[in-house]
T-cell receptor, first 118, second 113 residues
Framework: EPEVTQTPSHQVTQMGQEVILRCVPI?????FYWYRQILGQKVEFLVS????????KSEIFDDQFSVERPDGSNFTLKIRSTKLEDSAMYFC????????????????FGPGTRLTVT | KQEVTQIPAALSVPEGENLVLNCSFT??????LQWFRQDPGKGLTSLLL?????REQTSGRLNASLDKSSGRSTLYIAASQPGDSATYLC????????????FGGGTRLMVKP
């Protein structure tokens, strides 16, 4: 069964460093997302991406964050100048859809990357 | 702003019991609602998706219902098993343009053998 994959599973970085989290969405999906879950808290939406551009972002997704689809399979989240409070589990998700339409397809999540900022 | 609440936060039941998990949301203008399962330290597994026009959805021993007007959904698990032990999350997608999901805090379920 197709699945969303994420690498690395765990990333440790020092405060102020840049990190790139990588995701391979399900191959025929058109919508891609990043969410995060701080330990003990709710899963929070960061950003959605469609047709090579950001379609929606939350207040959390400020200039420190950026996303990119560098090729036909990968979807990345870059965090510049990491802070202690960026420590969280970061989930990538994807969903299907027909180009140009909002469709109620399920979002499928990857296993997550645990980011620890020290 | 949409708020999603799940009660109870934790639940412990003996194996074989039928149980109901609750989810409520403040803005009834939703497009759909998804139930997920999360195992400790793991990702989210989608269990069921209910469209706003639907009243319920079934998959195996799971049945999810939706009452959009009252802002409530329930996940019914029949004949619970120890393997059902996990955290169950509900998430709603808002009704106008946008795909973001707003999550509840989850119900941590323990099924004891």
């Amino acid at each position: 069964e197709p699945e969303v994959t994420q690498t690395p599973s765990h990333q440790v970085t020092q405060m102020g460093q840049e990190v790139i989290l990588r995701c391979v969405p399900i191959s025929n999906h058109l919508y891609f997302y990043w969410y995060r879950q701080i330990l003990g808290q709710k899963v929070e939406f960061l950003v959605s991406f469609y047709n090579n551009e950001i379609s929606e972002k939350s207040e959390i997704f400020d200039d420190q964050f950026s996303v990119e689809r560098p090729d036909g399979s990968n979807f990345t989240l870059k965090i510049r100048s990491t802070k202690l409070e960026d420590s969280a589990m970061y989930f990538c998700a994807s969903s299907g859809g027909l180009a140009g339409r909002q469709v109620p397809y399920e979002q499928y999540f990857g296993p997550g990357t645990r980011l620890t900022v020290t | 702003k949409q708020e999603v609440t799940q009660i109870p936060a934790a639940l412990s039941v003996p194996e074989g019991e039928n149980l109901v998990l609750n989810c409520s949301f403040t803005d009834s203008a939703i497009y759909n609602l998804q139930w997920f399962r999360q195992d400790p330290g793991k990702g989210l597994t989608s269990l069921l998706l209910i469209q706003s026009s639907q009243r319920e959805q079934t998959s195996g021993r799971l049945n999810a219902s939706l009452d959009k007007s009252s802002g409530r959904s329930t996940l019914y698990i029949a004949a619970s098993q120890p393997g059902d032990s996990a955290t169950y999350l509900c998430a709603v997608r808002r009704g106008y343009a946008g795909n973001m999901l707003t999550f509840g805090g989850g119900t941590r379920l323990m099924v004891k053998p």
